[in-house]
């Protein structure tokens, strides 16, 4: 299973990028996918998770309401619309993915713990100019 991230760039303070993450290779099970960031001296920050199957979504705090993660299951592809940008959001963006790969299960979790995801992408570059 693999991941591949998109969509990062430079952009001025208050613009908007939307980032992609696209799911190759077999998976039996996908049970949720989420985005992290983090910015050099730091620790990994969650940005926002989604489940697979339901579409529920969920965000962390710093994001109010400028951010809208998203999925197309059709094209096994996850997004994130990032509007009203802040230099401060400035980080690589990385995506993950819960998934399994054979006929087994995995416990519910919450998705805001970089720990609950098995499969990660290699980071796009967002950077945010004031």
């Known amino acids: 299973v693999q991941l591949q991230a998109s969509g990062g760039g430079l952009v001025q303070a208050g613009g908007s990028l939307r980032l992609s993450c696209a799911v190759s290779g077999h998976t039996f099970i996908t049970y949720r996918m989420g985005w992290f960031r983090q910015a050099p001296g730091k620790e990994r920050e969650f940005v926002a998770t989604i489940t697979w199957s339901g579409g529920n979504t969920d965000y962390g705090e710093f994001v109010k309401g400028r951010f809208t993660i998203s999925r197309d299951k059709a094209k096994n592809t996850q997004y994130l619309q990032m509007n009203s940008l802040k230099p401060e959001d400035t980080a690589v963006y990385y995506c993950?993915?819960?998934?399994?790969?054979?006929?087994?299960?995995?416990?519910?979790?919450?998705?805001?713990?970089?720990?609950?995801?098995?499969?990660w992408g290699q980071g796009t570059q967002v950077t945010v100019s004031s």
């Open positions: 993950a993915a819960r998934a399994t790969t054979t006929y087994s299960t995995m416990a519910y979790v919450t998705g805001r713990s970089p720990d609950q995801y098995n499969y």
